[in-house]
């Protein structure tokens, strides 16, 4: 009589790995193991790895941490964010040592996305099994969210600030002190882009609708409101792009006159924040206190 071999599709271990968030070989082993059995794959993960990935999965991870990795030659490099559900985690040395190997990591590939970083090889495993397991070692949903690898016109230059947040600067001409400087002005300042042409059209039509609302309002005549609106958006442009902003270290220089002081232009730059646009939720400790002590 024939052996009933049971096949183990895509779609299987795709489901099982979403009950669970353990790494997909792992799934498949498990489903193997269990003939098929999704329940009993689950339980044969959770005595393997215990409940901690499967119940961090659906939390919200909006802390975390950047890491920088930029090449000996500062001709390439990468900058990723690790996102973690607490800033106590953050600090981590196991979550650091992650996110700082994951950077080398991400600088060595050719991964195309998010996605393909998890397929890349790490510590002998996969990063998607790496990160895996320190989840099940912290207990927290620990999620790599986005990277950038720039390939540099000049040289690359790194600044992070407390972690939360980081800057990656391809400067040509000037120096190291140089770039380190515009590195941390973009980290204080924050401009969007490098100059106007960067800024999408759309951000520049609700800073005009705004300002033309609010002449409106203070009872401006007709024929000014498309004025006061060209000088309102020509004030906004100043203010978010890096070229014309005032230098925070020195307030006679423009960052544009300063580097062209110093014979040197800024081919690109990227800035990550952690969290940044991820909805955090609200915890109320005082209910939660309150309601423990009623049971």
């Known amino acids: ?75 390439s490099g990468a900058m990723i964010e690790v ?21 080398k990591t991400v600088a060595a590939s050719n991964a195309a996305d998010i996605a393909a970083v998890s397929a890349l090889e790490m510590r002998g495993a996969t990063v998607e099994e790496t990160r895996a397991q320190l989840v099940g070692k912290i207990g927290e949903n620990i999620t790599p969210r986005r990277f950038v690898k720039i390939n ?54 609700t800073e005009r609708r705004v300002a033309i609302e609010k002449a409106k309002e203070a009872g401006k005549p007709e024929a000014m409101l498309e004025k006061i609106a060209d000088g309102t958006v020509q004030k906004f442009l100043k203010e978010v792009t890096l070229l014309s902003q005032v230098f925070v270290k020195d307030d006679k220089f423009t960052i544009e006159s300063l580097l062209k002081s110093r014979n040197a232009s800024v081919a690109s730059f990227t800035m990550f924040t952690v969290g940044e646009g991820i909805e955090k939720a609200v915890v109320d400790y005082a209910a939660e206190v309150a309601a423990a002590a009623k049971v």
């Open 152 to 205: 540099a016109a000049g040289k690359l230059a790194s600044y992070v600030h407390g972690s939360k947040i980081g800057v990656l600067v391809d400067l040509v001409g000037g120096d190291e002190a140089l770039a380190k400087d515009i590195a941390m002005h973009i980290a204080a300042a924050k401009p969007k882009s490098l100059d106007a042409s960067g800024i999408s059209q759309d951000l520049i039509d």
């Open 83 to 103: 996102n973690s559900e607490t800033d106590f985690c953050a600090k981590n040395e196991d979550f650091l040592a992650f996110t700082a190997e994951l950077a």
């Open 1 to 75: 009589m024939a052996e009933n071999i049971i096949e183990i599709t895509a779609s299987m271990v795709k489901e099982l790995r979403e009950r669970t968030d353990a790494p997909m070989m792992d799934c498949k082993k498990a489903l193997t193991e269990a003939e098929g059995d999704m329940t009993r794959g689950e339980e044969i993960l959770r005595v393997r790895f215990g409940n901690k990935a499967s119940k961090a999965a659906g939390r919200v991870a909006a802390e975390g941490t950047v890491g920088v990795s930029i090449a000996a030659d500062g001709k």
